[in-house]
């Protein structure tokens, strides 16, 4: 099983809304990541997580909130965005970031709209 | 500067013809290089994937090709089918430590019937 689950499908939210976007893997994979998509645009990283730590943070804003409940669970909360930050949010995972295994599984994606 | 620069923006081949995809990279550190596919809506998805000990990696009707001294590297689809109609991704990474990717900006592949 290579699947990735992310919740919502769609999300739609206000500028003073508090969201929260969910993701879950059962693969055993202790890295996690989120990335944002725009339309025709590659995937650009947000936060990785290792073993439940965050160990990169790629200068993301503050109003975007992750966190690690346990080694299959990524959550992603949002507070005060703005509408451009929506875009489709990924998430993947990857096996053991310590052996610097490959292969990133990406989940079907959170489309965001933000109003 | 970790770059990987990917061309063509976007390709129509008939169906049945072969579909080319070009990716170079700058990093020589550079050990992993995926292809990812993307339909519209959807979260990319592994296509295949090849390290710089091989010149060539072969699965189905996608082949890597792969140049280890001019950095450059490309996706095959042989036989194009309308179902491959998607976005294509070059990456590429390094494998020891954090296995981040450094993406291409991605291809637009559209198979005609």
């Known amino acids: 099983d290579t699947e990735v689950t992310q919740t919502p499908k769609h999300l739609v939210m206000g500028m003073t809304n508090k969201k929260s976007l969910k993701c879950e893997q059962h693969?055993?994979?202790?890295?996690m990541y989120w990335y944002k998509q725009k339309a025709k645009k590659p995937p650009e990283l947000m936060f990785v997580y290792s073993y439940e730590k965050l160990s990169i943070n790629e200068s993301v804003p503050s109003r975007f909130s992750p966190e690690c409940p346990n080694s299959s669970l990524l959550n992603l909360h949002l507070h005060a965005l703005q509408p451009e930050d929506s875009a489709l949010y990924l998430c993947?995972?990857?096996?053991?970031?310590?052996?610097?295994?490959?292969?990133?599984?990406f989940g079907p994606g959170t489309r965001l709209l933000v109003l | 500067q970790q770059q990987v620069k990917q061309s063509p923006q976007s390709l129509i081949v008939q169906k049945g013809g072969i579909s080319i995809i070009n990716c170079a990279y700058e990093?020589?550190?550079?050990?992993?290089f995926p292809w990812y596919q993307q339909f519209p809506g959807k979260g990319p998805a592994l296509l295949i994937a090849?390290?710089?000990?091989?010149s060539e990696k072969k699965e189905g009707r996608f082949t890597i090709s792969f140049n280890k001294s001019a950095k450059q590297f490309s996706l095959h689809i042989m036989d194009s089918q309308p179902g491959d109609s998607a976005t294509y991704f070059c990456?590429?990474?390094?494998?020891?430590?954090?296995?981040?990717?450094?993406f291409g900006k991605g291809t637009m592949l559209l198979v005609s019937p």
């Open positions: 090849i390290r710089p000990d091989v």
């Open positions: 990093n020589t550190a550079f050990d992993y």
């Open positions: 993947a995972s990857s096996q053991d970031p310590s052996r610097g295994l490959e292969t990133q599984y």
């Open positions: 693969m055993g994979h202790r890295a």
């Open positions: 990456a590429a990474s390094i494998l020891s430590g954090y296995s981040t990717l450094t």
